[in-house]
């Protein structure tokens, strides 16, 4: 196992990638602490099936956006498992499709706190228990792209993302690398509630791979960062897509 023995926290692990997430680590030996805002029953079925397969994982709600929400989580998981090896950053969302004209101030500051913020508190938080590991952010193609119709929000929270992986993998090295992801269309409630389907259908007739992606698909990625096998990467934003985008 990759992970054995190493603890990893999961931020927004009670759906889609951020489950996927959880399951994976758990399944190369890590023990895990799920963080989630809503989505409890999917948290818990998470925690359940990582159980059952004889791996340890908690759940733990909490909003990451503050100061109480993140110190909390960061103390369960030491609690429970006495260390931090792995930070995977994944909380974050487009929250609603708007156009900078259509767009309040209060918008453009809970995307950019969802999105960037909350990695740079959970950040700040785990490094002083993080003395040497991973941390693996959730960016996305719109941060390289400007991302689809009244998501310039979302594009700017995720491009900062990924320029924050890259001063960050060059101040907390050697010790500890950070690298992210920047997923293109992946089959989750992000594009089930905020993509048309017939975008959706496009993309399958015109990918490479002729499929949009899977959680799962992220998943291995993010194990295959937070473990020795990308021992040489850091400062990277490695593009998962099906080939929608080179970079």
Known sequence: MKLKGKTAIVTGAGRDIGRACAVALAAEGANVALNYYSSSEGADAAVAEITAAGGKAFAKQGDLNTQDGVDA??????????SID???????????????????????????????????????????????????????????DGGGPGSVAYAASKGAVMTMTRGLAKELGPDVRV???????????FHNIHTPDA?????????????????????????????????????????????MLFS
């Open 199 to 243: 975008a959706r259908r496009g993309l399958e007739a015109s990918a490479p791979v002729r499929r949009q992606g899977l959680p799962v698909d992220v998943a291995n990625l993010v194990v295959f960062l937070a473990s020795d096998d990308s021992g040489f990467m850091t400062g990277t934003n490695v593009d998962i897509n099906g080939g």
């Open 179 to 189: 690298n992210a992801i920047c997923p293109g269309m992946i089959d989750t409630d």
């Open 73 to 82: 989580l960061v103390k369960a998981t030491l609690d429970a498992y006495g």
């Open 86 to 144: 792995v930070l995977v950053n994944n909380t974050g969302g487009l929250i609603a499709r708007k156009t900078i004209a259509e767009m309040s101030l209060d918008h453009w500051n809970a995307v950019m706190d969802l999105n960037l913020t909350s990695t740079f508190m959970m950040t700040k938080a785990s490094l002083p228990h993080l003395t040497s590991g991973t941390i693996v952010n959730l960016a996305s193609q719109a941060g390289r």
